[in-house]
């Protein structure tokens, strides 16, 4: 089964500044998808940004983007010019291609911002 | 579109009694996921349809989770018995699969608590 770490339960960092969110997570699958969710306090959970496995170029959206390591099993996600919006809960998650159709999710890193 | 809705939004229970939840999902999106989500924790993967087939349920779901997606629209969740432990946010998620885009998009859930 797999597993997906989330060492920091809580980040903080200043309005504008950068701050990168870690995830490790554990397969022996080589071919799956990645995720990054936001959860808003009391909103519903939205995508920030996915990876497919296969890929060696790391995803980017807008000020969000990604760093992934297949090899070391790593895909940590990297906010610039953070703004007050940004606050939530970030959610690390895996998908597998194969058998298993849901998501598995990390604990979370509460993310937040100082104006 | 209007994104993926359940209701209600939040229940309150006394313990033993019976509960239903509804989830519409994204028109168009063929699967439909379930998950559960305790405070402090990320989602737990529930089950999950394929059109009006349920495909998956992980050993989270007890004999007393019953699901059903009829005519593979809306879904239904139900808990008999209720027990305290089965206080937590429950989620409900929608995707479309074979366009080779694997997002999961989640619902505001529902927030049950068995008093």
């Known amino acids: 089964a797999q597993t997906v770490t989330q060492s920091q339960p809580e980040m903080s960092v200043q309005e504008a500044e950068t701050v990168t969110l870690s995830c490790t997570y554990d397969?022996?699958?080589?071919?799956?998808?990645l995720f990054w969710y936001k959860q808003p306090p009391s909103r519903q959970m939205i995508l920030v940004i996915r990876?497919?496995?296969?890929?060696?170029q790391n995803a980017t959206e807008n000020r969000f983007s990604v760093n992934f390591q297949k090899a070391a099993k790593s895909f940590s996600l990297k906010i610039s010019d953070s703004q007050l919006g940004d606050a939530a809960m970030y959610f690390c998650?895996?998908?597998?291609?194969?058998?298993?159709?849901?998501?598995?999710f990390g604990k979370g890193t509460h993310l937040i911002i100082q104006p | 579109d209007t994104g993926v809705s359940q209701d209600p939004r939040h229940k309150i229970t006394k313990r033993g009694q019976n509960v239903t939840f509804r989830c519409d999902p994204i028109?168009?999106?063929?699967?439909l996921y379930w998950y559960r989500q305790t405070l402090g924790q990320g989602p737990e993967f529930l089950t999950y349809?394929?059109?009006?087939?349920?495909?998956?349920k992980s050993r989270l779901l007890s004999d007393r989770f019953s699901a059903e997606r009829p005519k593979g629209s809306f879904s239904t969740l139900e808990i008999q018995r209720t027990e305290q432990g089965d206080s937590a946010m429950y989620l409900c998620?929608?995707?479309?699969?074979?366009?080779?885009?694997?997002?999961?998009?989640f619902g505001p859930g529902t927030r049950l608590t068995v008093t």
């Open positions: 028109s168009e999106h063929n699967r």
């Open positions: 998620a929608s995707s479309h699969e074979g366009r080779g885009i694997y997002e999961q998009y």
């Open positions: 397969t022996s699958e080589s071919d799956y998808y």
């Open positions: 349809f394929q059109n009006e087939a349920q495909l998956e």
């Open positions: 990876q497919e496995a296969y890929k060696q």
């Open positions: 998650a895996y998908r597998s291609l194969k058998g298993a159709d849901g998501l598995t």
